[in-house]
Structure formats: C-alpha cells, structure tokens
C-alpha cells in the first residue's frame, strides 16, 4: 500500500510540474539564490507577467 501511495504522490507532483503549478515557487527560489536586487513579484504580479508574455510570444502552444 505504501508503494502505490508513493506512486500516486510522484504521479500528482509530476502533473503539478506539467501544469505549471509549481512555477511560482521556482521563480521564488530562483530569485532567492540569483541574488536579484529587485524586490520579487506578488503571486498575483508572477502569473499575470507570465501570461502576458505567453499571449505576446504564443511559441508552440496548440490554442
């Protein structure tokens, strides 16, 4: 039983991941450990920057 929670964990992580979850969290340790001297973006701010420069650089996006 152990092992299929297990999996079942790696499993939702590994969506999150595709999803993008969990970029928010990237990009907050990313600017921890770059040593950026701009104060870091609210979640609110990260999410709309990010969609903002996928709408204006649309990449390999299937919509």
């Given at each position: 039983m152990?092992a299929?929670v297990?999996?079942?964990?790696?499993?939702?992580?590994?969506f999150?991941?595709?999803?993008?979850?969990d970029?928010?969290?990237?990009?907050?340790?990313?600017?921890?450990a770059?040593?950026?001297s701009?104060p870091q973006l609210t979640?609110?701010?990260?999410?709309?920057?990010k969609?903002d420069r996928?709408?204006?650089?649309?990449g390999?996006?299937?919509?």
């Open positions: 152990t299929v297990g999996h079942l964990r790696g499993f939702v992580r590994f999150r991941d595709v999803m993008g979850e970029a928010y969290r990237k990009y907050q340790e990313h600017h921890a770059s040593g950026c701009s979640e609110r701010e990260f999410w709309r920057d969609m996928q709408d204006a650089n649309p390999g996006r299937c919509c």
